[in-house]
């Protein structure tokens, strides 16, 4: 948006938890570089971690503790997100100061119920402030990103039925919702260990179709809300029918199995079974519903269950209910 953002992140201290400290000197000193060090040792910008950085790290028990808390620490990506913007939109306008207005926000997402309504609130911001009239024209969110990862998968379902006999709604029905950036762990030897093994729900995602969290995002979008200007309007087509539609004019020209492909997933209306399925899937609620404030540790959104636990985490006993965000 024009004054700020919204990121919906995992962080995942039990992989961090099970790296090598040689791995995660690496990987800290590659995020943020020992500028002074490196130009006493002549090193040219952008390169690799010298021996000599990794052992400066890797020689001090507090600095590679500190290091470990850091690489799966969302206050830590916040500054390398922040501060290089900061730093290059105050040198374009030739001004000093502070660039944000305030420290970010993190309520903490406990189960799969706040996960989804968090996601289809940040889907739907551009729509809700005016500036986008559908998910497809949303250029700013992961909704868009998705709607073209669908299009992708119509025609991956097509050319998968004119080449191995598979049903192409079947194909399609099997692509899920998945993260626009999803995290690359790597070949490292991540086995989690028993003593961090105890995470939330939401720590392990279900997997849900992806045409039905689009649909799903966008029959939320098309309510109207008198706290939110804007909506999806009744003549916007549905994302799954307007990826059929697109994926069919770009198989016009290709081989006539996929085209066919294309022409009985149209006719077969399939946005209306999704449609069925996501009601009993998606009831988005009023999100304030699911906002608590843990006294002295921050916001979080979840259910009872997941509250209760998050607070014995914490190590408080006493909870109160907030509205940081309206329904979504």
Known sequence: MDNH?????????DIVHAWSDQEVARRRASLLPDQRLRRLLGAAPGTAATA??????????????????????????HRLLKEPCARRWNHEDGVTGHFWEGRFKSPRILNQRALLLVSAYIELNEVHACKAGSIQSSFWTSARRQWQRLC??????????????????????????????PCKVGAINCDMPPATSQLHEAAQPEMIPLVE???????????????KAGFIGPTQ???????????????RFGAPLSVRAAERLAAARMEEWIDQRAQQRFEF???????????????????????????????????QAIALLSSA
């Open 213 to 227: 969290y689009l649909e799903a995002v966008d029959s939320a979008g098309r309510r109207t809300r008198t706290d």
């Open 237 to 251: 087509p549905r994302p799954v029918a307007m990826a059929i539609a697109k994926a069919l004019e770009s198989l």
């Open 152 to 181: 992708a998968e119509v025609r991956h379902a097509c050319d998968s039925e004119s080449c191995e006999g598979v049903d192409a709604a079947t194909v399609l029905r099997g692509a899920t919702w998945q993260p626009v950036f």
């Open 5 to 13: 953002l919204h990121i919906l992140l995992r962080i995942r201290p």
């Open 285 to 319: 609620e009023t999100l304030g519903t699911l906002s608590f404030a843990i006294r002295g540790r921050g916001s979080c959104y979840g259910d009872g269950d997941s509250l209760l636990q998050e607070a014995a985490r914490r190590g408080s006993r006493r909870v």
């Open 52 to 77: 000599e950085e990794l052992a400066s790290i890797l020689n001090c028990p507090a600095r590679i503790a500190k290091a470990r808390r850091d690489v799966c620490n969302l206050g830590f990506f």
